[in-house]
């Protein structure tokens, strides 16, 4: 008979510290909002608050210099160090692995949002910059979702998971956040410092996937709403978690290769027939006019953008959108980042930089203009009253924007099931990642500790939405972020230094090799010639040369203090 010990190693696999105290953290937290909701709400809100007044700068600035040192990595030397061995080959086709990364990143997001931010800040233009429903309104609009949604979200996710793949893939460590951190901090990531860091990531994991799944429930339940009458609400959201959650346990139990891969390359194929089908039958020209104008501003604009906090006045726009934006995306990056470090190896940092910075920066911006665009001229010249929809109940402005091309029913059908596609692969994925993190970063967690952990962000996000749906999902981002974002510095300064290692190592191979084989090659007489060169060149050859009559001095292995 095993023991119980036994039973549960045998189900969950090697956990330890770092698994018993983060679960603990999160069911500590899910019965306090489950059973004290008001207590609970206030003191976030008054965390936030501090947070917002006294490290709100922070957020921006780090973001910034995020965007920037990816950069950095990927364009200079530095890129083409390959993320495994110098000969290894890409684990995933490059198709399969950008839709991965587009699935498993912000796919939810982008639905949820597409419509719904510049609709949200052509009613109530950014920091009072404009009247509000004006085209000027719908410019700002669109240019601040291109920056929300462009390289500062995604150089999270590409930092985080660089330096993953970097010591999983290449040093043959176990793919945790503090073993990122060992060239800092040596051997102490193995103790306490270890544990508490790798707490730390699974904590904000939890909280951040909760905020995607919460804001995908969401948009399912308005979606449903307009499609069946059910009304839009917690006992709707709760049915619509219960079946997702079902599915995403089942995608849980399969293998990556056989689940998560084939449901994110369908999420790609929907995705993509949703927005050819609005581009071909929407305003075409209008969008690509939107798309062309908006990237100049966004390009022209996007320091200023980033550093925006708004010193001299009481407006807590710069919180409620990029503060949260940066806050949701560095409470991801534990997550996403882990995932895209599984599925990367055999990359070089050049070719990681570019798949994960720029394809989907493109993609995104690219939805945007189309659902976007399409949103804002079917309100401005058509009087849609998408504006009103989005101002009444957020996530219902994809669906009124549908209803103005032709299937719309079949159309608002597809979008539905693209939201539940994209929140069973974000889930699912968040599942593998939670335990990779809690079992000492092995490459296949248990299904049993998958099925866990996909148990607790269920529970998760329902006490949220019980609480304060999408305000209480932005604020417990917000929060949960910046211990997260302190590592992050860290773990940059840790990966540049390995990195810089790597190739001073390389540099110093490749001389030695050179050197050798230029000896081997060379004949006595130029080898002589070469030794004698060299001698006189180099700044530590000895002051006194061989005597002519006499044997080298070099050559009977004595010196002169000899």
């Known amino acids: 008979m095993k023991s119980a010990s036994e039973t549960i190693r045998t189900l969950l696999g090697d956990v330890g510290t770092v698994f018993r105290v983060s679960a603990a953290i999160v069911v500590f937290f899910v019965a306090a909002a489950a059973f004290a909701p008001e207590t609970v709400g206030r003191a976030a809100q008054g965390v936030l608050q501090v947070t917002a007044a006294n490290l709100g700068w922070m957020y921006l600035l780090v973001i910034t210099v995020f965007v920037g040192f990816v950069l950095y990595l990927g364009l200079t030397k530095f890129g083409s160090i390959r993320l495994g061995a110098e000969d290894e080959p890409a684990e995933f086709s490059y198709s399969s692995w950008l839709a991965m990364i587009f699935s498993a990143g912000m796919g939810v997001g982008l639905v949820f949002w597409g419509v719904a931010e510049p609709m949200m800040h052509f009613n109530e233009p950014p920091m009072g910059s404009g009247l509000p429903r004006t085209t000027d309104a719908a410019q700002t609009g669109m240019t601040y979702a291109f920056f929300h949604w462009g390289l500062h979200q995604w150089a999270n996710f590409a930092l985080v998971g660089l330096a993953i793949a970097y010591v999983r893939f290449r040093h043959h460590s176990f793919g945790l956040i503090s073993e990122t951190l060992r060239p800092l901090f040596g051997d102490r990531v193995d103790r306490g410092w270890g544990k508490a860091i790798d707490t730390v990531t699974v904590v904000s994991t939890v909280f951040g996937v909760a905020t995607t799944l919460g804001l995908g429930a969401l948009q399912i339940n308005s979606g449903v709403s307009r499609l069946t009458g059910i009304p839009f609400g917690f006992p709707a959201q709760f049915a619509i978690l219960a079946g997702v959650g079902g599915l995403f346990i089942l995608s849980a139990m399969t293998s990556l290769d056989k689940g998560l891969r084939l449901l994110s390359n369908l999420n790609m194929v929907l995705a993509g027939l949703l927005l050819v089908i609005v581009l071909a039958f929407g305003p075409t020209a209008f969008i690509f006019g939107v798309m062309t104008q908006t990237l100049g501003e966004y390009l022209g604009n996007v320091v200023q953008m980033s550093l925006v906090t708004t010193p001299f006045s009481d407006a807590r726009w710069v919180e409620q959108w990029t503060m949260f934006y940066w806050a949701w995306g ?233």
């Open 330 to 562: 560095l409470s991801w990056a534990p997550f996403v980042g882990s995932f895209i470090a599984r599925i990367s190896r055999g990359r070089t940092i050049r070719e990681f930089v570019l798949g994960v910075m720029i394809v989907p920066v493109a993609l995104s911006m690219l939805w945007f203009s189309v659902f976007g665009g399409a949103s804002i001229h079917f309100e401005i010249f058509a009087n849609a009253g998408i504006g009103d929809a989005v101002a009444a109940e957020v996530p219902s402005g994809l669906f009124v924007m549908l209803e103005q091309l032709p299937l719309s029913g079949v159309l608002t059908a597809v979008a539905i099931v693209l939201v539940c596609l994209f929140l069973i692969t974000s889930a699912d994925a968040a599942t593998f990642v939670l335990g990779m993190f809690t079992s000492k970063g092995v490459l296949n967690p248990t299904t049993t500790l998958r099925v866990f952990w996909a148990a607790l962000q269920l529970m998760m996000v329902v006490v949220l939405l019980l609480t304060g749906g999408l305000e209480s999902l932005q604020t417990v981002s917000i929060i949960a972020a910046f211990p997260f974002m302190l590592l992050m510095i860290l773990i940059a300064v840790s990966l540049h230094r390995d990195l810089s290692q790597d190739l001073a190592t390389r540099a110093e191979t490749d001389r030695l090799l050179t050197m050798r084989i230029e000896r081997l090659l060379l004949r006595e007489d130029e080898r002589e010639a070469a030794r004698h060169a060299e001698e006189e060149a180099h700044p530590s050859a000895p002051e006194m040369p061989p005597t002519s009559d006499g044997p080298d001095i070099e050559d009977v292995g004595i010196t002169e203090k000899d």
